[in-house]
């Protein structure tokens, strides 16, 4: 069942965001003075009891925007307003009612929608008799509060709770996976999301940068709910030109440490790049599973083979050996399908549990074998005794041995090698510790 929608609208930089963040009680959209950050619908479902909403804030109505997105930016809000079950109509109350707030009061009463008028800034008791002016705007009383100070928020949210107590809200369905796109910008990730989800939900513009916030976006697949997270392109780091670089930077990396599968995206049409270098060894130390996606084929598939372009990406990316390739032209939605089908496999093997029956004749094949990555130290050489597994997602094995300090990178990598090709988890990351078996 779909959730009650309530979108936050109101003009650039009347805190939009700060609201979102405030009522969600973490940071989800980015906050900063600078107007039109937030470009694309960034959204979050709040819960209370048994009832339960997807809270979605928009970009700034009417902003001119830097790099010409204000028409996509517009079409997000009228999609969102399209969408939802109320509005919280923002306004900025030290500002009083501006020629912007009066368009946007007619766009919602053109609507017919259901509003709360919210004034914001409000940062002391004081100011609140100033709100009095906002009920020329059709929408009754304006609530005062503080997004950035917490003030009057438990009573915004109640009065959302009442409006909506009429509708159906079950608790949402946990997500059976999460999926992150990432990749340098303009590479074609919100192209990709939008492919996969079927809709326009996030702005595609040729202009690189466009996407700005990590975007959670739930949709539905064989009656599963998977959330597909669209992530900020990266930039070298000494050519983040701002902060919003800077926090765009920090949700892409926050967003791979909490997804179930990455999908890792390099733009055929350009050579791999530092960037891209950068991003598949933080992949490869976050020990998270993976799809190289190489997106824009169409524009490379005259030029090179899919194997030669395989043993390219091999060399460049070694720490990423281990992840399936896929050919995407997310323009034309072109193998989508075959995307999705692949990540739910890539998921299947990282949440697989080894019986130790199972993990331990594959160390006793491993132990079989010569072995010229293993080295001989002071204590002689390195033994494994018995192995378990002790977690999944990564797959994390942990083996008793006669000396952890013998088993050294090389030797680490040989057995993981070994153990992808003995055991049915040939496609993703396997996490070793090892500990002094005492005798």
Known sequence: MALPVVAIIGRPNVGKSSLLNALAGQ????????????????????????????????????????????????RQIHQAIELAHLV???????????????????????????????????????MFPTAGEFSRLGFGEFQCISAKNNLNKAVLLDTIF???????????????????????????????????????????????????????????????????????????????ADSIEFYSYVRATRSIQRADVVLFLIDAAVPVSQIDKKLAKFIAEEYKSCIIVVNKWDLAKDSAA?????????????????APLAFTTATQAKNIQSVLDLAAEIFKQTMTWIPTAKLNKAFEAIKQEKITAAKRGKKGWPKIYYATQIAVNPITVLMFVNAPELFEENYRRFIVNRLRSILPIDEVPIRLFTRKHRE
């Open 27 to 74: 940071m989800i959209s980015i906050v900063e003075p600078t107007a039109g950050v937030t470009r694309d619908r960034v959204s979050t479902i709040i819960g209370r009891d048994d009832q339960y909403f997807e809270l979605v804030d928009t970009g700034g109505y009417g902003i001119v925007d830097s790099d010409l997105l204000s028409e996509h930016i517009e």
């Open 88 to 126: 919280l109509f923002m306004v900025d109350i030290r500002d009083g009612i501006v020629p912007l707030d009066k368009k946007i009061a007619q766009l919602l009463r053109k609507n017919n929608l259901d509003v709360i008028g919210v004034a914001n800034k409000a940062d002391s008791a004081k």
């Open 162 to 240: 009442d409006k909506l107590a009429h509708l159906e809200s079950d608790r949402p369905t946990e997500p059976v996976m999460k999926i992150a796109i990432v990749g340098k910008r303009n590479a074609g990730k919100s192209t990709l999301v939008n492919a996969i989800v079927g809709s326009e939900r996030v702005i595609v513009s040729e202009t690189p940068g466009t996407t700005r916030d990590a975007v959670d976006v739930r949709f539905e697949k064989d009656g599963k709910t998977i959330v597909v997270i669209d992530t900020a392109g990266i930039r070298k780091k000494n050519k983040m």
């Open 306 to 322: 899919t194997e030669d372009y395989e043993d390219y990406l091999t060399k460049l990316l070694p720490g990423l050996r281990y």
